[in-house]
């Protein structure tokens, strides 16, 4: 009859004294007579021996001493001085929250532009030490630092749009000139419906904009997918764009397709293509930012009345600015294949507002005119703005919204971050 479980834990603790002191050579043969006593595996009776004793090693006088304490004791933790501690925590946490829960590649640049912004308006007040911790803290100790938060908030996204590159594969209606996504001005555009789940009757539509090389977005809401609603709001996007309109590419909407729209166009010289059909990841830089910027501001309710789609447009007043101006963004520059695995390479975080700025192509005026507009703008009032219009749209959703079957994902969140800054 083998041994009990309490004599092979006993057997163990007095083997592993001689185990843990024993040099190289007599370390097999002592594994090998516990092995053949207690029947444990080789590989775990290696493992039980040398999480038995605690080893220790100290620098004596010039002269390496090593201690063996009592078995039975997990190993001493390295105890350094946290660099980031509590307090940096504290004023890491709001900022998070008001940058939309960033990532830590993308939050840790924006604290740069970020923080001297809310205390050029009396926003925000830190520590000297603090303030220097958190312009200097890198991606990694962000993330870990908010671990616990983003577990508890277990925030999940309700799409899966990947991104990819703009695949020159598409039938264009007239060509002008080259597509050219590294020059602003070459946009997706595409439509969110606001059916609240059931798409009886008319209801609102968000007109999505995406310039292809900066990031830079424009919403617009509309009645319903009428072409004259969509041309107009089309036009509205446009003089809000710090740059021209080169090129538009669209799915395969009638909203898009036609004849009004192809007219325009071909007036103004604009490129106009469209993707193939059934094929979303054509337009895969405005299905992103269908999630990431309209559905995460405004749900997935239903909107179908006149006060709420002016309610859209005065949200989205701020919000254009909040997005383009405050939410760095990472283009893909580029993918290799290593066997099955695809290893893909990110540029440095920037804001679309940091995009242009830097694109050779866009006129010294307005980039001028950016920076200026850029000077009068606080995110946390922004912030602020945002909140109160989520909450007035729930107000006027709720009713006709069944929320057991349709959540409110983000109002809860930004309602939050509002909150730390007033």
């Not at 439509?191 to 059931?198: K, Q």
Request: hydrophobic fraction near 35%; glycine fraction near 4%; aromatic fraction near 8%.
């Amino acid at each position: 009859m083998g041994l009990s479980m309490s004599e092979r834990q006993a057997v163990t603790r007095e083997v592993a004294r001689r185990y843990q002191k024993a040099p190289k050579k007599q370390k097999g043969a002592i594994l090998d007579d516990l092995v053949a006593l207690t029947g444990y595996h080789r590989c775990y009776a290696a493992y039980v021996l040398r999480s038995q004793v605690r080893k220790l090693t100290l620098w004596v006088q010039g002269k390496l001493v090593v201690l063996v304490a009592s078995p039975g004791k997990r190993s001493l933790r390295n105890h350094r001085v946290r660099t980031y501690d509590d307090a940096v925590l504290t004023a890491l946490r709001p900022l998070w929250i008001m940058a939309d829960y960033l990532c830590g590649k993308r939050l840790a640049p924006l604290l740069k532009e970020l923080i001297p912004a809310l205390e050029k308006f009396h926003e925000l007040s830190l520590q000297e030490e603090v303030r220097a911790k958190l312009l200097k803290v890198s991606p990694a100790s962000i993330d870990r630092l908010l671990r616990a938060d983003r577990k508890r908030l277990a925030l999940k996204s309700k799409a899966r749009t990947k991104p990819g590159t703009l695949l020159k594969h598409q039938i264009p209606i007239r060509t002008f000139s080259e597509w050219n996504d590294q020059r602003p001005g070459f946009v997706e555009v595409d439509l969110v419906g606001h059916d609240g789940g059931s798409a009886y009757g008319d209801f609102a539509q968000t007109l999505d904009l995406t310039d292809v090389a900066t990031g830079w977005t424009e919403t617009q809401a509309v009645p319903n997918k009428a072409e004259k609603w969509v041309f107009e709001a089309l036009l509205t996007i446009e003089q809000n764009l710090p740059f021209k309109l080169r090129g538009l590419d669209s799915d395969n909407d009638g909203a898009f397709i036609n004849a009004h729209l192809l007219r325009y166009c071909q007036e103004h010289q604009i490129t106009f293509t469209r993707s193939r059909p059934y094929r979303k990841n054509d337009n895969c830089f405005v299905e992103q930012k269908n999630y990431s910027v309209v559905r995460r501001a405004v749900g997935y309710l239903r909107y179908d009345t006149a006060e709420q789609v002016q309610t859209l447009n005065e949200l989205y007043q701020h919000l254009r600015l909040f997005t383009n101006f405050f939410q760095p963004v990472m283009k893909l520059k580029a993918k290799t294949r290593i066997g099955s695995q695809v290893k893909k390479t990110y540029d440095t975080p920037k804001t679309p507002y940091q995009r242009v700025l830097e694109s050779p192509h866009i006129p010294k005026e307005a980039k001028q005119r950016l920076r200026k507009q850029y000077q009068t703008l606080n995110p946390a009032e922004l912030k602020r703005a945002i909140s109160r219009l989520q909450a007035k749209l729930t107000r006027l959703a709720i009713p006709k919204t069944p929320l057991q079957d349709y959540p409110l994902p983000g109002y809860n969140y930004h309602a939050i971050a509002a909150t730390h800054f007033r």
